[in-house]
């Protein structure tokens, strides 16, 4: 079996003609909105990659403006391109996972489908690769020879922020860990698949930090483009999907980036639960069970609409979802209360420590609270 992969990709190297069912690098692309952009990368790559026996697999989380059709489009001309259409899922980061997994070639790529990044860097990663110099190589804008002149001052202003802070925070040793333009070995990228996130934007920093520094790593620069068609799909969103990324995997994986985001909402609760309970009581005049019951309501109320855009925007409930889902999460939200006071009061009993009981009811009502919106508020489809 061995034996034939190996003659298989030597003839690759040889003749590519001849193996053309059998790439060598496959090149993954995300797609979102992309339909004017698509057929012109494709052309692209066919004119970059002349000599290496190569597959494009295009990950689009069923856009609606039909960038799958486009595809399927190409597809139906050249088996080299294959669509993966996936419904009610969004996701940078899944899309390329998903993409590398469905491929088989011994290399693969993640790049971009708006023409922002380099395919002619392409052939000369590939190389590093093949020979052994490399087992991940990284587009780079923030190497001698690379930039990334489309930013704009804020833009540019994050991306330095967020690469010194993964660089400090969690040791990553390369210039650019932000680049969302890269190729990998498949064995290396396969061992590391199941601990990568699927939500967020970050993948090649995830990938790099989720290493531990143990994945030969080259930069080649190159200059990052402007967009060609359509508009840039990463909003404010991205810093917190960053510093959840930069958490978990600080934490070492003991959290995840969905937990994080639904205790840290948890936390503005808090806040939210008390500013109402000092308007009640000060301003408006009510009684204090009235007060503190209008302020769990207002809590989980905000609490809600946050988690709703946060916590679960991939899985956002929309229109009259929304009210059977703030239902549902009330419903959860108390039997968390009980919980929370259950566990605390046992274990005040137990060990009269007050910050102790306390800290371990909170706990126990945001894992309980947590999970159960899981299961019945957002469901997972
Ligand atoms: N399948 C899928 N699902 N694809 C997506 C999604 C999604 O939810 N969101 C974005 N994409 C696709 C886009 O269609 C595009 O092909 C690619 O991912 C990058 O998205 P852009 O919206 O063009 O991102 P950008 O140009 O602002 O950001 C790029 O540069 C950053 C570095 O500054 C990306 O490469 C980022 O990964 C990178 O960090
Ligand atoms: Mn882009």
């Not at 909105?33 to 989380?61: Q, S």
């Not at 392409?122 to 923030?142: D, F, I, N």
């Not at 290493?211 to 508009?231: D, I, N, S, Y």
């Amino acid at each position: 079996m061995n034996e034939a992969i190996r003659l298989g990709s030597e003839t690759a190297s040889q003749n590519p003609q001849q193996t053309k069912g059998l790439p060598e690098l496959s090149i993954v692309v995300p797609t979102f909105n992309e339909r004017d952009n698509v057929a012109r990368l494709y052309r692209k790559l066919e004119a970059a990659l002349t000599g290496i026996a190569w597959e494009v697999v295009f990950v689009d989380d069923n856009s609606p403006d039909g960038t799958w059709n486009v595809v399927r489009e190409l597809a139906r001309q050249d088996n080299r391109v294959r669509c993966i259409r996936r419904i009610g899922r969004r996701g940078l980061s899944g899309a390329c996972i998903e993409g590398i997994l469905a491929s088989s070639a011994a290399y693969a790529a993640v790049m971009d489908a708006d023409l922002q990044h380099d395919e002619t860097q392409l052939p000369k990663m590939l190389s590093l690769l093949q020979g052994g110099q490399a087992e991940l190589v990284v587009g780079s804008r923030y190497i001698e020879g690379g930039s990334a002149d489309s930013f704009d001052r804020q833009r540019a202003g994050f991306s330095a922020l967020a690469t010194s802070i993964a660089r400090r925070v969690l040791g990553v040793a390369i210039a650019d860990p932000m680049s969302g333009f890269f190729m990998i070995r498949r064995d290396r990228f396969e061992q590391l698949a199941p601990k990568l996130s699927t939500q967020g934007f970050k993948i090649l920093l995830d990938i790099v930090a989720t290493a531990h520094g143990e994945l030969k790593t080259v930069e080649v620069p190159f200059t990052f483009g402007t967009r060609l068609h359509g508009e840039s799909k990463l909003d404010s969103m991205v810093a917190l999907d960053f510093l959840g990324l930069v958490l978990a995997k600080f934490s070492n994986d003991t959290v995840s980036l969905r937990f994080l985001l639904f205790a840290m909402v948890g936390g503005t609760g808090l806040f939210v639960h008390l500013a109402t309970l000092f308007v009640a009581l000060a301003w408006l005049g009510w009684s204090f069970p009235e007060a503190q019951t209008a302020g769990a309501f207002v809590a989980m109320t905000s609490n809600f609409i946050l988690n709703n855009f946060l916590t679960y925007r991939d899985h956002r409930l929309k229109g009259v979802a929304i009210l059977r889902g703030l239902f549902a999460f009330y419903l959860v939200c108390s039997v968390g209360l009980f919980a929370n006071v259950g566990v605390a009061f046992s274990l005040y009993d137990q060990e009269p420590i007050w910050w102790l009981a306390g800290a371990a009811g909170a706990l126990m009502g945001v894992v309980w609270n947590y999970a159960m919106s899981g299961l019945f508020v957002w469901r997972k489809r």
